[in-house]
C-alpha cells in the first residue's frame, strides 16, 4: 500500500521542519527563484509538494548543479544555443518546470535519432528503381544503336 505524504515525511525526515529546512538549504539562489510569500514561506505548504520540491531540487542539484547548467543543457538539446531571448524567457521559469522541459526535449531527441538511424540505413541500402521505357524511347535506342 502507498505511503502518504505524512508518513514518508516522518520517515525521511522525521518532521516538517526538518523537512523545511532541508529544502531551504538546497534551494540556494543558484538553484532557486524565490517566489514563496513572505508571510506563509515553505511552512506552510503541504508535506507532499514539499517532498515534491526536494526531490526535484536534489536532481536538480546532481544532474546540473545550477540554473544556467540546466538552461544551457535545455537550449543544446533543442539546438537553440544563439537564441538570446529564449533563453531569457527560460530564465523566468521556475526549477521543476524547466526540469519537466528538459526531460521532454530529451525524450524527443532521442525520439528523433532512433527514426533516423533506419532511414539512413534504408536510403544507403535503397537503389534508384529503373525507369521502365516508353516504345518511342525503346525504337530512338535500337536505332542509336544500328
Same mark, same amino acid.
Given at each position: ?29 543558484? !538553484?532557486? !527563484? ?11 505548504? =503541504?508535506?507532499?509538494? @514539499?517532498?515534491? !520540491? ?6 536538480? *542539484?546532481?544532474?546540473?548543479? =545550477?540554473?544556467?547548467? @540546466? ?7 533543442? $539546438? ?13 521559469? =521556475? !526549477? ?17 535519432? $532512433?527514426?533516423?538511424?533506419? #532511414?539512413? *540505413? #534504408? #536510403?544507403?541500402?535503397?537503389?534508384? #528503381? ?9 525504337? *530512338?535506342? $535500337?536505332?542509336?544503336?544500328?
Amino acid at each position: 500500500m502507498k505511503k502518504t505524504p505524512v508518513q514518508l515525511v516522518t520517515e525521511r525526515f522525521q518532521s516538517k521542519e526538518k523537512l523545511v529546512e532541508a529544502v531551504t538549504k538546497l534551494a540556494t539562489a543558484e !538553484l532557486w !527563484l524565490d517566489r514563496t510569500n513572505a508571510d506563509k514561506g515553505l511552512a506552510r505548504a =503541504s508535506n507532499a509538494k @514539499l517532498l515534491r !520540491l526536494h526531490a526535484t531540487l536534489e536532481d536538480a *542539484k546532481k544532474r546540473f548543479g =545550477s540554473r544556467d547548467k @540546466l538552461i544551457a543543457a535545455l537550449l543544446e538539446l533543442e $539546438k537553440r544555443v544563439k537564441d538570446a531571448g529564449y533563453k531569457a524567457r527560460l530564465s523566468e521559469f =521556475s !526549477l521543476p518546470r524547466l526540469i519537466d522541459l528538459h526531460d521532454a526535449a530529451a525524450r524527443r531527441s532521442k525520439r528523433a535519432e $532512433k527514426k533516423a538511424k533506419p #532511414a539512413a *540505413k #534504408a #536510403a544507403k541500402a535503397a537503389k534508384p #528503381a529503373k525507369k521502365a521505357r516508353s516504345k518511342k524511347a525503346k525504337a *530512338k535506342v $535500337k536505332a542509336k544503336a544500328a
